[in-house]
């Protein structure tokens, strides 16, 4: 049973014990990779549990290991959770070419689970960018077609999103019914489902 594993079921005193268990052999071994790995979990749980400071600190540690040893999958999860943390502080301009970037190396290597998160990330900064909201609005509806297109990329993979960015994801989703209405949040979502994943990444990209 590892962080990782304790962290997506809700856990976190469970993952934190487990990470810094684990962190400690690894520093012993000398395992630089090992190690960023476990330091980049423990930034997961910071921001989940809303120390956004330490959480940035991590992944930004996380993030220049990663970029020198050239593991571009640790590249676009870091760069992710960075964007989180500045669309959490309202940092909306820093936040997007964060996730861009995220959704560009997963993209070149189509990694299907970290594009849909990407997707779910965008989405998410789209929709907090409609201030005041408006229910016609264009910006309302590309963020409810990308959250269609989440839903297609999860059910394509058979995957699901850790317990904390599915409370993220559905808070998101909740919002844009809300802010829409149920009948032009629907068929918003269709289209995104109707979607390819190309098109997907095309149209968060644009």
């Excluded at 020198?68 to 936040?95: F, P």
């Excluded at 070149?108 to 907090?128: E, K, M, P, S, W």
């Excluded at 989440?150 to 019914?177: I, M, N, P, Y």
């Amino acid at each position: 049973f590892s962080g990782t594993a304790a962290f997506n079921q809700g856990d976190y005193a469970q993952a934190q014990a487990l990470y810094e268990e684990s962190l400690a052999i690894r520093r012993e071994l000398g395992e630089k990779l090992g190690v960023g790995a476990l330091r980049f979990g423990i930034g997961r749980l910071a921001l989940a549990q809303g120390d956004y400071s330490a959480a940035r600190a991590l992944f930004e540690e996380c993030l220049a290991l990663w970029r020198k040893s050239g593991v571009r999958m640790g590249m676009a999860e870091t760069l992710h959770n960075l964007g989180l943390v500045a669309l959490s502080q309202g940092d909306y301009a820093a936040a997007r070419p964060l996730l861009e970037e995220a959704l560009s190396i997963r993209a070149a290597v189509g990694q299907r689970l970290g594009i849909a998160y990407d997707l779910a990330g965008l989405a998410r900064l789209t929709l907090a960018q409609e201030q005041p909201p408006s229910p016609r609005s264009e910006r309302l509806r590309r963020a409810a077609i990308l959250s269609g297109a989440v839903k297609a990329g999860l059910d394509a993979t058979g995957a699901c999103f850790s317990r904390f960015d599915q409370v993220w994801h559905d808070e998101t989703v909740t919002a844009l019914r809300a802010q829409m209405g149920k009948a032009a949040f629907t068929a918003a979502w269709a289209e995104g489902q109707r979607l390819t994943m190309e098109q997907a990444i095309a149209l968060a990209l644009e």
